[in-house]
């Protein structure tokens, strides 16, 4: 896995575009290595290669902790739109 703090479009044309978003882009560089670009406008382009097992395991903690996060969300969300309970005056 390597870092690389500022990647041009250009270093990517030879690379084959695999998935993409608004923001980010997963790039198959060669050699079993691929690229997660972080491509926003307002700064440098930034990356983290990363082998194809790599992918997989990465993947996989990702899942774990996008699970945990909708867990909190849907709980917090859960509890706003709960009506408070009834009480029967005294």
Known sequence: MKLVTAIN??????????????????YDVGNDTYALVHRHAAV??????I??????????IL???TRT???????DLSKQRRPEPNRASA
């Open 9 to 26: 479009a250009e270093a990517l044309e030879h690379a084959t575009l695999i998935a993409e978003s608004n923001e980010f882009a997963i």
């Open 44 to 49: 440098e382009w930034q990356a983290i290669t």
């Open 51 to 60: 082998s194809g097992d790599g992918l997989f395991r990465v993947l996989e």
């Open 63 to 65: 899942a774990r902790a």
């Open 69 to 75: 996060l909708y867990r909190d969300v849907a709980c």
